[in-house]
């Protein structure tokens, strides 16, 4: 589906990065935003906000997490399958690896 439109996804992928920029050069703004959109109390704001990093990647371990968790499904009888997918069989990278190849660490 997204291969068939590049275009549509680079655009995507252009937007999520405009985020990025725009909470990294905007943080406190961007936080007070989230505080009240989701109506967030500033304590639970305070204690979740250290841990976070607003960044658009796709790192190689996170590929190794989803095949973690598809282990663990499949030796927990939680799904019909019997082998681990290749994950990216399913994962679009050239809208991201044309937008920002170094946030793309995957080794295929």
């Not at 997204?2 to 990294?24: H, M, S, W």
């Amino acid at each position: 589906m997204v291969k068939g439109k590049p275009n549509t996804a680079k655009r995507f992928v252009k937007a999520l990065i405009e985020a990025e920029d725009y909470i990294k050069e905007n943080n406190e703004e961007a936080m007070e935003f989230i505080k009240d959109k989701f109506n967030y109390e500033q304590e639970f704001m305070d204690s979740i906000l250290p841990e976070q990093e607003f960044t658009i990647v796709f790192p190689q371990v996170l590929l190794g997490i989803l095949e973690d968790q598809a282990r663990w499904r499949i030796d927990n009888n939680l799904t019909e399958a019997t082998e681990v997918p290749n994950y990216l069989n399913f994962i679009y990278l050239d809208a991201l690896e044309e937008v920002k190849p170094e946030a793309v660490t995957i080794i295929r």
